[in-house]
DNA sequence: TAAAAAAGTTAGTTATGACTAACAAATTAA
DNA sequence: TTAATTTGTTAGTCATAACTAACTTTTTTA
């Protein structure tokens, strides 16, 4: 790891590029991602994309060859942990001990992950406790940069009779997850799934003793382990 | 108040001038403040300062005539005692639950001010139960923008065998808050003037049990309630 | 009050990071 | 395997916000 990092001069856009090639790559499994995906994710153009690429080569943060996949380096990589491990933290602080819901702290950690002081996150932690998990139940990178990602799989990929625990859901839509607690659906809840049906892919489930039909793309965004 | 306040669509540059305009009105209690006097301040050149004037004049946040001095619309003044208020909240909840020192918080500060929910700050708040200074002694203005200035006074104005209480310092300089917590002077020091030295206006003063002599520079940046 | 100094303004440049439009390369489908 | 589609690239534009250099107005002082 080279000292560039500690410097960390990076502009609130490369972050925001560098986290979302790394969500690309590494969460979401994407066996290649492109110029284009990188643009659709962040909502900007493929031109722009193309622009910071550049950039980010330059820098040595990301590897590409000209019309080839995009991949990170080791530093960019620990950027992007970084910045995903100071979003966790304050996504846990704002629900924990400011009263915001799920869908409320999205958008605030967005912006307060671009704070820079390795001493204010160390401390927030260190203040909650080291907390493993994030409200969204994602894991919490340490201090060190220890990246795991969640075993976990969709709902919607389970069978009739299969009983299950909610280890995360997707924090990508703030309609989402207001659905999600409005049923009564929290972290670690206990599901069954009674039906799936073959016309639609929706999916009837038990949990608390509340009978509910979800549909796919529901199940999609609902991340468990497999009990039984 | 006209509902352009609660959109708040500012960039951080010209939360920063408006910031800064404010400080200069009425904190330093300046009879009239000019364009280049705010570049100073701000450590830009007089050529940004007022390109950013022209455009804060459009937005209504300032009012200026051509050649004259600068001032702050009611608009203008809410904004920049919302940033004050999020500036003295996070320096305490910095030096309060995350173990920064005096001399750490105020950088922090600079970033986190411009966080913008309304939620967050406001909660911050109640979290603190609500305190009325920040570690530095500054009065934190309330959720209504209710802005009061501390009664203070230089130390150095003081004569021999005045008493005095330390209510506030200065936090522009990091070498001087070190060197305040250093001899240890602290909020609500009692502070007794000892001696007034013509030469070089140094000061000798007297604080539990402990005699310094302090200098003038020192002794301008110390802020007192008169005792006896 | 005229010259000097200070304060304020304007014009033109630079860097960042968006954008569109046009074009080139790679992939997929007919 | 050619044609169509998707993907990636380049060139040129725009807004923000900094800068320097040159110029104008105002204020100070000799």
Known sequence: MTNKLNLNNLTKSEEDYLKALFQLLVEDNAAKVGNNQLADYLKVSPASTNNMVKKLKAKEYVISEKYGKLDLTEDGRSIAVRLIRKHRLWETFLCNYLNFTWDEVHDVAEQLEHIK?????????????????????????????????????????????????????????????????????????????????????????EFNDVIETVTRKFADNVFVKKVV
């Open 117 to 205: 002081s390795r001493k204010l996150i160390d401390e927030l932690d260190r203040f909650m406790d080291f907390p493993k998990n994030d409200p969204h139940g994602e894991l919490i990178p340490n201090a060190n940069g220890e990246y795991a990602v969640l075993p976990k799989i969709m709902l919607s990929s389970l069978s009739e009779g299969d009983v299950c625990k909610l280890v995360a859901v997707n924090d990508g839509s703030v309609n989402f997850l207001k659905y999600v607690s409005e049923i009564g659906l929290a972290l670690s809840s206990e599901i069954k799934v009674l039906e799936v049906r073959e016309f639609d892919k929706s999916i009837r489930i």
